[in-house]
């Protein structure tokens, strides 16, 4: 149990879907971050929060959108995505967000196949 | 920019073996170097980490000494056991751009 929770685990969406990712860390820390998972691939960073304001977009598509309502809680909203959008998404938190030698503590991450 | 290059995997042991996972990076300045495991069906977690040239992390009896002069990181196991099997990354944090830049992870299974 890493104190980073990912709901859903698994989630099967048409392209004309809309649904969402929610993260929530329960570590009192102030920075949040998207990561995108695909085999064979380097992890990719999407979007990164810090003190609920965004200081990181990766130049991802707008088909993904972030919510940072408060420092606990991070979403990613998804709308008409892509087959090549399908991967293990992942969350994850740190203290501070402007360290360099800050660690990350990760979710278990949001399986995400699009149909 | 930053990179991080990885050995391609996967790597393939017997219980007992010793392990070398090959890591060398590209950074500007002097970054810190992180090794994290990703178990199956699981998040990335930390194994071990080191912030100057010639430090040695070490975790779980894993090891990986900062060689700057060689820009690596390798990680090293002198004994693998089955629950060893994970996907290992290996990640830099470099000054300037605090976030980590991550290579494409090598998939170690190890056989009883």
């Known amino acids: 149990e890493t104190g980073v929770t990912q709901t859903p685990r698994h989630l099967v969406m048409g392209m004309t879907n809309k649904k969402s990712l929610k993260c929530e860390q329960h570590?009192?820390?102030?920075?949040m971050y998207w990561y995108k998972q695909s085999a064979k691939k380097p992890l990719e960073l999407m979007f990164v929060?810090?003190?609920?304001?965004?200081?990181e977009n990766n130049s991802v598509p707008s088909r993904f959108s972030p919510e940072c309502p408060n420092s606990s809680h991070l979403f990613l909203h998804l709308h008409t995505l892509q087959p090549e959008d399908s991967a293990l998404y992942l969350c994850?938190?740190?203290?501070?967000?402007?360290?360099?030698?800050?660690?990350?503590?990760f979710g278990s991450g949001t399986q995400l196949s699009v149909l | 920019g930053n990179s991080v290059t990885q050995m391609e995997g996967p790597v393939t042991l017997s219980e007992e073996a010793f392990l070398t996972i090959n890591c060398t990076y590209t950074?500007?300045?002097?970054?810190?170097l992180f090794w994290y495991v990703q178990y199956p069906g699981e998040g990335l977690q930390l194994l071990l980490k080191?912030?100057?040239?010639?430090d040695k992390g070490s975790n779980k009896g894993f090891e990986a000494t900062y060689r700057k002069e060689t820009t690596s990181f390798h990680l090293e196991k002198g004994s693998v056991q089955v629950s060893d099997s994970a996907v290992y990354f290996c990640?830099?944090?470099?000054?300037?751009?605090?976030?980590?830049?991550f290579g494409r992870g090598t998939s170690l299974i190890v056989h009883p």
């Open positions: 080191a912030t100057k040239a010639d």
């Open positions: 994850a938190s740190s203290q501070d967000g402007g360290l360099a030698n800050e660690k990350l503590f």
């Open positions: 990640a830099l944090s470099a000054e300037g751009s605090y976030i980590p830049t």
């Open positions: 929060y810090s003190l609920e304001e965004r200081v």
């Open positions: 570590l009192g820390h102030n920075a």
């Open positions: 950074a500007t300045g002097y970054p810190s």
